[in-house]
T-cell receptor, first 113, second 114 residues
Framework: DGGITQSPKYLFRKEGQNVTLSCEQN?????MYWYRQDPGQGLRLIYYSQIVNDFQKGDIAEGYSVSREKKESFPLTVTSAQKNPTAFYLCASSTGRQNTEAFFGQGTRLTVV | DQQVKQNSPSLSVQEGRISILNCDYTNSMFDYFLWYKKYPAEGPTFLIS?????DKNEDGRFTVFLNKSAKHLSLHIVPSQPGDSAVYFCAARGYNNAGNMLTFGGGTRLMVKP
């Protein structure tokens, strides 16, 4: 089955710790994205990558870092510099071509304790 | 500034009736629009899309209308079913938008009452 997988589904972090969220896709998509959803709000773009070894900041990149060493993988690190890390994190991928949709993973809920 | 807005945070509809979800945008460079459906603690799933060269796209019970001059799109669900209860996000993408990333609205929670 082709799809996009995020892990873990739930993650707890102590204040001051870095944590990495996993995102893997086997759809052969070039583009991958990380979004954040807060309660009652829409999805805000954190980082995106159009191609391996390249990525760009989105609207709310501060306190986050990413890497794109492989086409299939786009891990997101939430660093201790992120002031309000508790949120629902969504990874997506697309072909990157015009007029195509993005496919989302099931999300990771991160809670800072 | 929000480039994509869904001004109604929630909508309640009786089963069998029509649900109309609205979305407004400000960026005239957007040329492709999508609707996603989202259940709690899950990722959004793609529902239907429309290119700016069209004003209507239909897929079963779902129809999306686009009014470019008003920078407005709407999603019609008819007839509405209890299983349609979810949060609906509209999203937009711009021509030559680097990365082809989507800009999302804030979502509208639809509740379909049996």
């Amino acid at each position: 089955d082709g799809g996009i997988t995020q892990s873990p589904k739930y993650l707890f972090r102590k204040e001051g710790q870095n944590v990495t969220l996993s995102c893997e896709q086997n759809l052969n998509h070039d583009a991958m994205y990380w979004y954040r959803q807060d309660p009652g709000q829409g999805l805000r773009l954190i980082y995106y990558s159009q191609i391996v070894n390249d990525f760009q900041k989105g609207d709310i990149a501060e306190g986050y870092s990413v890497s794109r060493e492989k086409k299939e993988s786009f891990p997101l690190t939430v660093t201790s510099a992120q002031k309000n890390p508790t949120a629902f994190y969504l990874c997506a991928s697309s072909t990157g071509r015009q007029n195509t949709e993005a496919f989302f993973g099931q999300g990771t809920r991160l809670t800072v304790v | 500034d929000q480039q994509v807005k869904q001004n109604s945070p929630s909508l309640s509809v009786q089963e069998g009736r029509i649900s109309i979800l609205n979305c407004d945008y400000t960026n005239s460079m957007f040329d492709y629009f999508l609707w996603y459906k989202k259940y709690p603690a899950e990722g959004p799933t793609f529902l239907i899309s429309i290119s700016s060269i069209k004003d209507k796209n239909e897929d079963g019970r779902f129809t999306v209308f686009l009014n470019k001059s008003a920078k407005h799109l709407s999603l019609h669900i008819v007839p509405s079913q209890p299983g349609d209860s979810a949060v609906y996000f509209c999203a937009a993408r711009g021509y030559n938008n680097a990365g082809n990333m989507l800009t999302f609205g804030g979502g509208t929670r639809l509740m379909v009452k049996p």
